[in-house]
């Protein structure tokens, strides 16, 4: 569906030096998959993300997307940042619409599609909400509910929960799981918590510290579905835990 071949990047800083942020990095990622990255902060994350959806052209190396045989329009791509970005002065059904406008899905039935993914999402009754009415989780229902409105077949998310509280991170992730069970969307995953990659992901990758490289990927032998309120007590859990963290924390500062 995604696959990334030896793919590096590097930035200017304001003093003008060159900093390499990505070296040799390559991902492939199956259909329906949910792979999720981890990694130190600064490492490249989000900017291995930003050239995986075509926001920053790599450097060097190639990405190339798959269109899928099931799972949502082919060749859409999803987008949800680390702050959700919404629009401050537009309501909840109006950001939601918004993909669909641009798309130039017909008045009633952009109204309609919203509705529906808002109801699914859990913002019923908040339709006519402005996002500063909204609490952290609830805009993230917002950012999921105008992603999905548009069937993207793959989705890539970069630390969507990292700012909720534990109660509504856990509650976002049952959300996210049931979406992805049920609508199969190939979703690509950021995260620096190691309980959430394991309960939400098939395959965990572990990035090193700047300039970040793939340094392993770990399969996720968990069952599903997967009860993400209860993850910590699952067989296998605490053993893989253990596992991604010594492969974390050699690039950890002390
Ligand atoms: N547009 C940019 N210009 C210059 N440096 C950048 C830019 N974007 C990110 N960086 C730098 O690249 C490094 C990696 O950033 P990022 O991909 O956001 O890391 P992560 O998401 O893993 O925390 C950081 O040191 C950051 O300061
Ligand atoms: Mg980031």
């Given at each position: 569906m995604l696959r990334m071949d030896s793919v590096s990047h590097s930035f200017i800083t304001p003093t003008g030096q060159r900093m390499e942020v990505l070296s040799d990095v390559s991902i492939s990622v199956e259909e329906n998959e949910f792979f999720t990255v981890v990694g130190p902060s600064g490492c490249g994350k989000t900017t291995l993300l930003n050239i995986a959806v075509g926001l920053v052209e790599p450097a060097g190396g190639t990405v190339r997307h798959v269109t899928g045989?099931?799972?949502?329009?082919?060749?859409a791509v999803g987008y949800i940042t680390q702050?959700?970005?919404?629009?401050?002065?537009?309501?909840v059904m109006e950001n939601v619409m918004v993909p669909l406008e641009i798309r130039k899905v017909k008045r009633s039935e952009r109204r309609e599609q919203a509705a529906e993914w808002i109801r699914i999402v859990g913002l019923?009754?908040?339709?006519?909400?402005?996002p500063r009415q909204l609490s952290g989780g609830m805009q993230k229902r917002c950012a999921i509910a105008r992603t999905m409105v548009y069937d993207p077949e793959i989705v890539f998310m970069d630390?969507?929960?990292?700012?909720?509280d534990a109660l509504t991170k856990t509650t976002m992730q049952k959300i996210l799981l049931d979406l992805w069970q049920t609508r199969r969307k190939t979703i690509i995953f950021i995260t620096h918590d190691l309980t959430e990659a394991i309960a939400l992901s098939d395959r965990v990758g572990v990035m090193t510290g700047?300039?970040?490289?793939?340094k392993a990927v770990v399969p996720v032998p968990l069952g599903r579905p997967r009860d993400v309120y209860r993850i910590t007590g699952a067989p296998g859990f605490e053993s893989l835990r253990n596992e991604l963290w010594s492969l974390l924390e050699t690039d950890l500062d002390p």
């Open positions: 045989a099931s799972g949502g329009r082919p060749g702050d959700s970005n919404l629009l401050p002065w537009a309501t019923g009754g908040f339709e006519d909400h402005y630390e969507p929960f990292g700012a909720l700047r300039p970040g490289t793939l």
